[in-house]
């Protein structure tokens, strides 16, 4: 006897509360990673100044965004 393969599909909310997820880790990752960034070129090169901290955040937050609704407006997963 051939045992049938059972795939359960997520139903809609399931899939569109792992994208939330993924969007929100994938902020918090690259809004971290530009403000490292920024605060290495901050001290290395401009004398501690505020603003390549929030430039490179923003930057961060602006890539993830951008991937986000690419991800939501998607059809599929």
């Not at 599909?9 to 993924?22: A, L, Q, S, T, V």
């Not at 990752?29 to 001290?43: D, E, P, Q, R, Y």
Request: proline content about 3%; charged content about 25%; aromatic content about 10%.
């Amino acid at each position: 006897m051939c045992a049938a393969k059972t795939e359960l599909k997520p139903f809609g909310e399931d899939e569109y509360g792992r994208k939330i997820d993924r969007c929100l880790t994938d902020v918090l990752v690259k809004s971290a990673g530009g403000l490292a960034l920024g605060a290495v070129f901050s001290l290395l090169f401009f004398k501690r100044r505020r603003w390549p901290l929030v430039l490179g955040t923003g930057f961060g937050t602006g890539v993830a965004y951008t991937r986000c609704e690419k991800d939501l407006n998607s059809a599929s997963s």
